[in-house]
């Protein structure tokens, strides 16, 4: 009896704790291992959500790599990503340094550098339209014209300049979050190493290159990862700042998650999209393989 009623308790607390776990993941399941099943079915198939679906292989890959807006969408997302990484690595790494220093209204400083990250976008984006507006009373022409004397430029309204834009946009609006991490970073490292490096004689320059950088590897790693993976899933900064009225981006500005969103909501083709959506998959676990590697390798040596 006593074994039985202790393999009863012991079912008990099971079913107890597998009730607990059960909401989230009933949730996971239905809202993301669900659809992340379905689009690798889907990507071998071709579906406008009505009628029956039909096998077609890897025809779907194919016609990818033979569309020019796909190719337009992936080679600027290449190039978005190329910039954008190490522009906020830097811009990010140079404030926290300045701001973790003991100055003047420090406290308002890093609140105001953070603060564009948790605002709306929809706000920021107006704001950032009306001064980068391509008419020559916008604030940067104005810049531009009387200060560099160049001539305005169109910025998001033209195919030439609406990745530099939609670039200075993204380190602007994702600089503070990334110098926070920095910052925990920097107040992580012992002030012991820089009075070693002080009595061995090294400056400023020294200090920041053999003690500062090694010490803040880790957190560069984090923060290369994180940006790089959130760079190949842009799509709300293209759209508020590219999108146009009728929503249509250009080849200019078209990156692969506006492809498969374009694909699978206006266009209805939901195999392409999710063939899309793969090889997007593909190019952020390459890409993060490598990087995984290269702090292995560099840790080793």
Same mark, same amino acid.
């Given at each position: ?10 079912? *008990? ?6 009730? &607990? =776990? ?13 659809? /992340? ?11 406008? @959500? ?10 779907? &890959?194919?016609?990818?790599? !033979?569309?020019? *807006? ?5 080679? +600027? ?12 690595? /830097? ?8 701001? +973790? ?5 420090? %406290?308002?400083? *890093? !609140? ?25 009373? @916008? ?6 014209? +009387? ?17 530099? %834009?939609?670039?200075? &946009? ?18 992580? =490292? ?21 003690? !500062? ?7 560069? &790693? ?21 999108? @146009? ?14 492809? /498969?969103?374009?694909?699978?909501? *206006? ?35």
């Amino acid at each position: 009896m006593n074994t039985q009623s202790a393999k009863k308790r012991k079912i *008990r607390q099971t079913l107890v704790a597998y009730s &607990f =776990i059960a909401p989230n993941f009933l949730g996971f399941a239905i809202f993301t291992l669900g659809p /992340i099943i379905l689009a690798f079915i889907m990507a071998f198939a071709e579906w406008d @959500g009505n009628n029956p679906m039909k096998f077609v292989g890897i025809q779907n &890959f194919v016609s990818l790599f !033979t569309n020019d *807006r796909f190719t337009a969408a992936l080679k +600027n997302t290449i190039v978005y990503s190329l910039f954008t990484v190490p522009f906020t690595l /830097i811009v990010a790494l140079g404030l926290a340094i300045l701001l +973790n220093q003991k100055i003047k209204a420090r %406290t308002f400083f *890093r !609140t105001v550098t953070f603060f564009p990250y948790v605002a709306s976008l929809v706000a920021v984006a107006a704001v950032w339209n009306m001064l980068f507006t391509p008419a020559k009373g @916008g604030l940067m022409n104005q810049l531009l014209m +009387n200060v560099f004397n160049m001539q305005p430029l169109k910025w998001a309204a033209s195919p030439k300049t609406v990745m530099l %834009t939609i670039v200075l &946009f993204s380190i602007w609006k994702n600089m503070g979050y990334y110098m926070v991490i920095y910052l925990a970073g920097l107040q992580g =490292i012992s002030e012991d190493l820089y009075e070693a490096a002080a009595l061995d004689g090294a400056g400023s320059l020294q200090k920041f290159w053999y003690v !500062t950088l090694p010490q803040l590897k880790p957190t560069t &790693f984090f923060v290369t990862i994180m940006l790089t993976i959130s760079c190949f899933k842009i799509y709300d900064i293209v759209y508020m700042l590219a999108g @146009g009225s009728n929503g249509v981006v250009n080849k200019s500005a078209i990156v692969l998650v506006y492809y /498969i969103y374009e694909e699978a909501f *206006r266009n209805w083709k939901l195999g392409s999209a999710s063939a899309a959506a793969l090889v997007l998959f593909a190019i952020v676990l390459v890409v993060t393989l490598i990087q995984f590697r290269g702090e292995k390798n560099y840790a080793n040596d």
